[in-house]
């Protein structure tokens, strides 16, 4: 089993519809979560970071945490074709204080 | 502005020769990573270093090497490049902590023949 895991996609979201990702992490010791985007051939970037139960909101986005069930989530409001990208999630552990990145799940949003 | 640079961008090689790719950071960051991608497996961490002369083994550091003589570069080496190290490579850097935004370099296309 992989530490984190998402559904690679694609996922074909309408322009202006709400797009929810999901991952799930293995390790109860993840402390803080992250959602990175990654265009085609590009870096990933942050975009956003959570560690306490519940929703944070940022512009569009949205992520959510629920510890007991290992869950984080990322909803992209109103999305746009510019959010077509692969999203990254990934657990961070401070025992051995390192990133774990799950395979990333492509968002495609058709105009 | 400050950045984080990778060269080269691509690659070509063959079986059992050593590559080294460069990565060079100026946020003055401690910690330093680099990752490989793979179709299906996301970002995986070879090696990782939090300081002048610290190196730390990732979940498939097996055939690569880093050492971290200054606090801008960490070189990657493939010691004898084999055809499963083809892959995109990307360096990453952070403030204090893993946890801290990580800013990631550009990536180099390695290509083993």
């Known amino acids: 089993q992989k530490e984190v895991e998402q559904n690679s996609g694609p996922l074909s979201v309408p322009e202006g519809a709400i797009a929810s990702l999901n991952c799930t992490y293995s390790?109860?010791?993840?402390?803080?979560f992250f959602w990175y985007r990654q265009y085609s051939g590009k870096s990933p970037e942050l975009i956003m970071f959570?560690?306490?139960?519940g929703d944070k909101e940022d512009g569009r986005f949205t992520a959510q945490l629920n510890k007991a069930s290992q869950y984080v989530s990322l909803l992209i409001r109103d999305s746009q074709p510019s959010d077509s990208a692969t999203y990254l999630c990934?657990?961070?552990?401070?025992?051995?204080?390192?990133?774990?990145f799950g395979g990333g799940t492509r968002v495609l949003v058709k105009p | 502005d400050a950045e984080i640079t990778q060269s080269p961008r691509h690659k070509i090689t063959e079986t059992g020769r050593q590559v080294t790719l460069a990565c060079h950071q100026t946020?003055?960051?401690?910690?330093m990573f680099w990752y490989r991608q793979d179709l299906g497996h996301g970002l995986r961490l070879i090696h990782y270093?939090?300081?002048?002369?610290?190196?730390n083994k990732g979940e498939v550091s097996d055939g690569y090497s880093v050492s971290r003589s200054n606090t801008e570069d960490l070189p990657l080496t493939l010691e004898s490049a084999a055809s499963s190290q083809t892959s995109v490579y990307f360096c990453?850097?952070?403030?204090?902590?893993?946890?801290?935004?990580?800013?990631f370099g550009p990536g180099t296309r390695l290509t083993v023949l």
């Open positions: 990453a850097s952070s403030r204090d902590r893993a946890d801290n935004e990580q800013f």
């Open positions: 390790d109860r010791g993840s402390q803080s």
């Open positions: 959570i560690y306490s139960n």
């Open positions: 990934a657990a961070y552990k401070a025992a051995g204080n390192k990133l774990t």
């Open positions: 946020w003055n960051h401690n910690n």
């Open positions: 270093s939090y300081g002048v002369h610290d190196t």
